[in-house]
């Protein structure tokens, strides 16, 4: 009787749920990896401040450099934060220039977007730096442009381009009855890029700037290569005055823990992001 309906689910094509787990934790990869990625950051400088010395020396010197490195990181988040809000709105002109019918607004767009996305920043920076001014004079007034500024325009320029990408692949991203439904209701081209068409892409242009903004935060260390005293420049001055070569890679180690705690939360945001909006 037993045996009879044991296979009753089978016979009649009835298939049983498996039997849930009552015990025991989730395994979750995004937090596992989270975890490993901030402990082997934090065992990278561990580890390098205890192979470079027996003594807690080094530890002692990394702690009285760390305002001066700090200051150096705050000037890298404010060229970032220049860069991509500026960049941002030059972007989403430049992106939706290249959709523009008129051919000598699309032309000339698609141009730029392409050159300035596929040269080096390192390249635009130098170009900045040397070409901008050091002094401008206006209304009789003279005003200094410092590097840091210089060099946040040659930040600018670059995310102006890789943004106008975002912009106009979102923009293409919009089904079609979206622009024909706009265009019967009388809707010009530009009216319907801002009231209709652009509101959607919100959500799908959202996660990209967040990683292009990691990737500029990232990049901003060039700038100390054009004498910007960002917290690269500051890190060779502390090694400069404690003449100390064992702390050459702890220091250095310290510093790229920095750059990853700020930077992987927004990969992480960015992460999740993608997954919500994702067009299914």
Same mark, same amino acid.
């Given at each position: 009787?037993?045996?009879?309906?044991?296979?009753?689910?089978?016979?009649?094509?009835?298939?049983?749920?498996?039997?849930?787990?009552?015990? %025991?934790?989730?395994?979750?990869?995004?937090?596992?990896?989270?975890?490993?990625?901030?402990?082997?950051?934090? %065992?990278? @400088?561990?580890?390098?401040?205890?192979?470079?010395?027996? $003594?807690?020396?080094?530890?002692?010197?990394?702690?009285?450099?760390? &305002?001066?490195?700090?200051?150096? =990181?705050?000037?890298? @988040?404010?060229?970032?934060?220049?860069?991509?809000? =500026?960049?941002?709105? %030059?972007?989403? =002109?430049?992106?939706?220039?290249?959709?523009?019918? &008129?051919?000598?607004?699309?032309?000339?767009?698609?141009?730029?977007?392409?050159?300035?996305?596929?040269?080096?920043?390192? @390249?635009?920076?130098?170009?900045?730096?040397?070409? !901008?001014?050091?002094?401008? +004079? !206006?209304?009789?007034?003279?005003?200094? !442009?410092?590097?840091?500024?210089?060099?946040? !325009?040659?930040?600018?320029?670059?995310?102006?381009?890789?943004?106008?990408?975002?912009? +106009? %692949?979102?923009?293409?991203?919009?089904?079609?009855?979206?622009?024909?439904?706009?265009?019967?209701?009388?809707?010009?081209?530009?009216?319907?890029?801002?009231? @209709?068409?652009?509101?959607?892409?919100?959500?799908?242009?959202?996660?990209?700037?967040?990683?292009?903004?990691?990737?500029?935060?990232?990049?901003?260390?060039?700038?100390?290569?054009?004498?910007?005293?960002?917290?690269?420049?500051?890190?060779?001055?502390?090694?400069?005055?404690?003449? $100390?070569?064992?702390?050459?890679?702890?220091?250095?180690?310290?510093?790229?823990?920095?750059?990853?705690?700020?930077?992987? &939360?927004?990969?992480?945001?960015?992460?999740?992001?993608?997954?919500?909006?994702?067009?299914?």
């Amino acid at each position: 009787m037993s045996e009879n309906r044991m296979n009753l689910g089978p016979q009649v094509g009835i298939t049983l749920p498996e039997p849930k787990p009552t015990a %025991g934790l989730a395994f979750n990869p995004e937090l596992t990896g989270t975890l490993l990625a901030i402990l082997a950051v934090a %065992g990278i @400088v561990l580890v390098l401040t205890l192979l470079s010395g027996t $003594d807690t020396g080094l530890l002692d010197k990394l702690l009285k450099w760390t &305002p001066f490195i700090a200051k150096g =990181f705050a000037l890298n @988040v404010a060229i970032s934060l220049f860069a991509i809000v =500026f960049g941002t709105i %030059g972007g989403i =002109f430049l992106g939706m220039g290249q959709l523009a019918p &008129p051919r000598w607004i699309s032309i000339p767009s698609k141009v730029l977007t392409q050159i300035f996305r596929n040269a080096p920043w390192l @390249v635009l920076l130098f170009y900045c730096i040397f070409l !901008i001014p050091f002094q401008v +004079r !206006i209304g009789g007034e003279t005003y200094t !442009i410092s590097n840091w500024l210089r060099a946040s !325009i040659g930040f600018t320029i670059p995310i102006i381009a890789n943004f106008s990408e975002i912009v +106009r %692949g979102a923009l293409q991203s919009i089904p079609s009855g979206q622009w024909e439904a706009a265009r019967s209701l009388g809707y010009t081209w530009r009216q319907t890029v801002l009231s @209709v068409v652009l509101p959607q892409c919100v959500k799908r242009m959202l996660p990209p700037w967040m990683n292009l903004y990691a990737v500029l935060l990232m990049a901003t260390p060039l700038a100390s290569i054009v004498g910007v005293e960002d917290s690269m420049t500051n890190a060779r001055t502390a090694l400069q005055a404690e003449s $100390d070569g064992r702390l050459l890679l702890p220091l250095y180690a310290y510093l790229l823990s920095w750059f990853f705690i700020y930077c992987y &939360p927004i990969a992480r945001i960015s992460k999740s992001l993608e997954d919500r909006f994702a067009v299914r």
